[in-house]
């Protein structure tokens, strides 16, 4: 899919060439092909091919922020002790 965006970039691109060198055409209008041509449904097209991947980043940023569902982990209570309450000296 990324092949056929950048072959059709390079068309698009080529006719604005041609637009802008031609005894009748402008500047403008070459600019008008590449916007109109090019920029405006490849980016509707990498839209739509990317929302896919877009859910899945946001449906596992979602899994991230809820609790493990593990016991003890109810998220509001403070961590048991770790350290030992008595220094051992050597």
């Known amino acids: 899919m990324l092949l056929v965006g950048i072959a059709w970039l390079y068309v698009v ?7 802008a060198t031609s005894e009748h055409g402008t500047l403008l209008g070459a600019m008008i092909t590449v916007v109109a041509y090019g920029l405006l449904p490849l980016g509707i097209l990498g839209y739509l ?3 896919p991947a877009r859910r899945r980043v946001r449906r ?3 899994r991230c922020a ?13 961590a048991g002790q770790t350290v030992a ?3 051992v000296e050597p």
Do not use: N, T, W, Y
Not at 13 to 19: F, H, P, S, T
Not at 66 to 78: A, F, T
């Open 49 to 51: 091919f990317f929302s």
């Open 85 to 87: 309450p008595v220094r």
């Open 60 to 62: 596992a940023a979602q």
């Open 13 to 19: 691109l080529m006719v604005a060439v041609v637009e």
């Open 66 to 78: 809820e609790p493990s569902g593990l016991p003890g982990d109810d998220g509001g209570h403070p």
